[in-house]
């Protein structure tokens, strides 16, 4: 198991084509009793991706792939909704015991099944800065028997495979390039992630309040936000503020 991730890496570091890089990792997973995945990129610079576009790979049987998307489950998907405030993977129909589920969710996973699905882990993806995906492998042919180390092996693959996808696609089209901050705009958007207000801002940098509410206003519009709390999700979602 070990040569064949590690033939996985190697193959991966040397291709720059991501078709190639999905059918390598397809042909790993099946080492581990997957039959089917998918790979979505749910988030970028804390926006929300729509789902049609944040499907970057998947090889579930079709008709329930066009089932998914056309009845927008990605709206109450459990295991979309569980996968983000997880760290670990988790499998599929361990998310009742994790989450009070609704009606409409309850039908999802039964659905699941009909289709096929035995079972399936969730494997939430975090980074680069902002950025968020969700890996699902499912098994048409029987429980996931994984010993804890091959779901660590798993998830480090799908981290990896979501690396180089990123690095691959540096013009990935769903991505909006922020507009750069100046010096004084990024001391003064960090110092308000800090917690401080317009006045103690003022009084720390030595300037007026208006003269801070002026380059604060700025740095608002170039990262299209309307309040304080959204300029510095924005901020730090695009890396272009680290607060202290």
């Known amino acids: 198991m070990r040569t064949t991730l590690k033939d996985y890496i190697e193959r991966a570091e040397n291709t720059e084509d991501t078709e190639a890089l999905f059918r390598s990792f397809d042909q790993l997973v099946r080492h581990y009793g997957i039959d089917v995945s998918s790979y979505h990129i749910l ?56 989450m009070k589920l609704s009606k409409q969710q309850r039908a999802f996973l039964k659905e699941l099944k009909q289709v096929g699905l035995r079972d399936g882990l969730a494997i939430p993806i975090f980074g680069p800065i902002g950025t968020m995906a969700f890996f699902g492998l499912g098994s048409l042919t029987g429980p996931l028997d994984l010993e804890a180390q091959e779901i660590a092996e798993l998830q480090l693959v799908c981290q990896y495979t979501h690396n180089t996808f990123i690095a691959l696609s540096a013009d990935f089209p769903m991505r909006e390039p922020a507009q750069p901050l100046s010096p004084r705009e990024t001391e003064i958007l960090t110092l308000v992630a800090a917690g401080l207000s317009n006045i103690a801002i003022a009084k720390k940098l030595s300037i007026t309040e208006n003269t801070v509410d002026t380059i604060l206003r700025r740095a608002f519009k170039k990262l299209d936000a309307n309040n304080r709390i959204t300029a510095v999700l924005k901020g730090i979602g695009s890396g272009l503020i680290l607060p202290d």
Request: no cysteine; charged share 30%.
């Open 43 to 98: 988030a970028e610079q804390l926006r929300r991706v729509p789902i049609e576009n944040g499907i970057i790979h998947q090889t579930f049987p079709v008709d329930w792939a066009e089932k998914y998307l056309k009845n927008r489950y990605a709206d109450f998907d459990p295991l979309l909704n569980q996968a983000r405030s997880e760290a670990r993977p988790f499998h599929w129909f361990d998310v009742e015991d994790r």
